[in-house]
């Protein structure tokens, strides 16, 4: 069992950055692959990116490529994303997610744990 719990959103001006974190309980959290949702008002829940559970490979979406950097430290059991350069489009509410195993997927189903989501809101 593993419980999520982002923090770090809010309100930043387009073309500036947040960093999200994603702390995790359990003792086994290097098994997990982690990943970063959002979901924007009115739309369906989409993959941002993942990271597996060593840390040493990642995946973004095209949307995000070149601008958000996912990482981890295991020893803290926490997972960031590092968003930078953001636009109004990024505006959504991020929810980290994991699964056992070590396929970063992308959809929503694959993944058995959810944290509650933070809010980031970007203004142009």
């Known amino acids: 069992q593993v419980q999520l719990v982002e923090s770090g959103g809010g309100l930043v001006q387009a073309g500036g950055s947040l960093i999200l974190s994603c702390a995790a309980s359990?003792?086994?959290?290097?098994?997990?692959?982690t990943g970063w949702f959002r979901q924007a008002p009115g739309k369906e829940r989409t993959f941002v990116a993942a990271?597996?559970?060593?840390?040493?490979?990642?995946y973004y979406a095209d949307s995000v490529k070149g601008r958000f950097t996912i990482s981890r430290d295991n020893a803290k059991n926490t997972v960031y994303l590092q968003m930078n350069s953001l636009k109004p489009e990024d505006t959504a509410v991020y929810y980290c997610?994991?699964?056992?195993?070590?396929?970063?997927?992308?959809?929503?189903?694959?993944?058995?744990?959810w944290g509650q989501g933070t809010q980031a809101t970007v203004s142009s």
């Open positions: 990271i597996g559970g060593s840390g040493s490979t990642t």
């Open positions: 359990g003792r086994t959290f290097s098994s997990y692959v």
């Open positions: 997610a994991a699964r056992l195993g070590v396929r970063l997927l992308t959809t929503t189903s694959r993944y058995d744990y």
